[in-house]
């Protein structure tokens, strides 16, 4: 395989890197000297007070912590003391409501301002923080605040009406708090602005984040306040964020990139952030990009692609020469994206690899070492990464296998809430066993090659195929469906169903006679409102692309759905070995 190498040169450093030497570093480095770039309590902590107030007691007082900006071109700023103040005052308001320690506090908001001060107050009162994506709908609500048993769920009246639909299946929710409501926004103005910050054990919980597998429904990865060790040090080393920097990481909280490195880890550095609370728009990007004079941008696969279909042209229209360094996240970043970034932005993107459940970013391309186009880079300092085959030995380089990490390393979740079998079915050997496929070369580069498992990536963002499943058989036309991630230039995959139909339902389109071709449209139509019936119930982003139906689904003998077979015929592929298959 021919390997492109990005090399770096004098040009690519206006000033040096946080991180110089990597593999010096590497070999020495412990967490545990790591401690001083934190701020604790006599060995207590807390993950919101070191991303935030312990800036005001410094010059970084009445720096600019965000600049926000929405869809329609409303901006605010807010400075590291205003979003202490801030997120103190969510902090008062839920003590109000009783929250306690321990208690979770869901928040269901678009990127408004609102929803960083709220996290961090949540921190700040030792409860656990939970995000729930916008593009949520009923069932994907009703399954992650059923699971987390969520005392308090905070949003906004437009969003609330979807919990309203749900809000008589979830006995522990006791609060709602609207914050565009007039008796918030009230009780914002009078509630005291002056917090004590809870003092945490560093195992204590912090937040927690919905993911999907392969079988059932999400699962609670619950994160510690342990895990901003690792979010600020990479956020340091990687992001190589400095105090000139200004700072746009493109994701949402409500996955966690958002939360590691928009708000506990890049603002632990002191970095002034962007955020924009609008949909992705190449002209508004760059324009965000112009205006804020971004200096470091993290973004995503897909979104690059995005980029890349309008061509560099685009790009020559706006004044980026502020940017010095560029990251990515979420999926496999293609060699033609990275090359598209220098030609376009005269630096290459940087690959970062990490997933929900390490907390931080685990494998990684670093400002101080040449770029192997197309692979994940190395390790992080303090995180040993390995190729183990399916019985937990280590493989030797270039050979196949699970990508492992070994614990511990600060940011690796603490649990699967209330499924602790599911956390334990995590680790083999004394390995986190990541569920993807890749490969080391000689020089201890990793190259991503696939999931083990039939889990989806579609525009970076994780997809189990039983929820979507799921939303599909409540459609009264459905019998069965199965459910795959087909590959795509543009999101990496898109969301393929096989969808078997109830009989009553083939029969009515039928009867209604007609042609063969109207009978075809009739046919496409209910596959339209099939895609949109799982947009409406389960997520805005989950849905179906692409549907087809099949007259029964391949399954093992124990009536499991062969997910694999289904893709292997798509892609036409050799189906692989079918010991277990039902008659077919
Ligand atoms: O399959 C890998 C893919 O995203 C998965 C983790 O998804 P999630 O928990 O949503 O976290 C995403 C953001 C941290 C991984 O198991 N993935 C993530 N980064 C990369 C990647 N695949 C290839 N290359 C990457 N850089």
Known sequence: MKVDLYKKTAKDFKSLPNLEDYEKTYKTFEWNHMRHELAWFNGKINAAYNAVDRHVDTWRKNKVALYWESENGTTKQYTFEQVARESNKFGNILKSFDVERGDRVFLFLPRIPELFFAFLGILKIGAIAGTL?????????????????????????????????????????????????????????????????????????????????????????????????????????????????????TADPGWVTGIAYEILGSWSCGVSTVVYGGRFDPKRWYEILQKYKVSVWYTAPTAIRMLMAKGSDMVKQFDLSNLRHLCSVGEPLNPEAVKWGIHAFGKPFHDTWWQTETGAMCLVNYPCLDIKIGSMGKPFPGVKAAILDDSGRQVKPLVEGNIALKPPWPSLMKTIWRRPQKFESYFTNDWYISGDRGWEDKDGYFWFVGRA???????????????????????????????????????????????????????????????????????????????????????????????????KLPKTRSGKIMRRILKAKELGLPIGDTSTLEEY
């Open 453 to 551: 498992d039939d889990v989806i990536k579609t525009s970076g963002e994780r997809v189990g195929p039983f929820e979507v499943e799921s939303a599909l058989v409540e459609h009264p036309a459905v019998i069965e469906a199965g459910v795959i991630g087909k590959p795509d230039a543009l999101r990496g995959e898109i969301i393929k169903a096989f969808v078997v139909l109830n009989k009553n339902y083939e029969l009515r389109i039928s009867a209604k006679g007609g042609s063969a071709s109207s009978r075809k449209n009739e046919k496409e139509k209910l596959k339209e409102e099939l895609s949109l019936y799982v947009k409406k119930h389960l997520a805005g982003h989950a849905y179906p692309r692409e549907i087809e139906f099949i007259d």
């Open 133 to 249: 994506f916008s593009a949520f709908q009923e069932q994907a609500l009703e399954d992650r605040l059923a699971n987390s048993g969520a005392k308090v769920l905070i949003t906004t009246t437009e969003l609330k009406t979807r919990v309203d639909k749900i809000r008589k299946n979830l006995p522990d929710l006791k609060h709602l708090l609207v914050v565009d409501s007039e008796s918030f926004t009230k009780s914002l103005e009078s509630v005291e602005k002056d917090l004590t910050i809870a003092q945490m054990d560093a195992d204590d919980y912090a937040f927690m984040l919905y993911t999907s597998g392969t079988t059932g429904k999400p699962k609670g990865v619950v994160h510690a306040h342990r895990a901003l060790l690792q979010e600020h040090m990479t956020a340091k080393w990687v992001l190589d964020l400095k105090d000139s920097d200004t700072y746009w990481c």
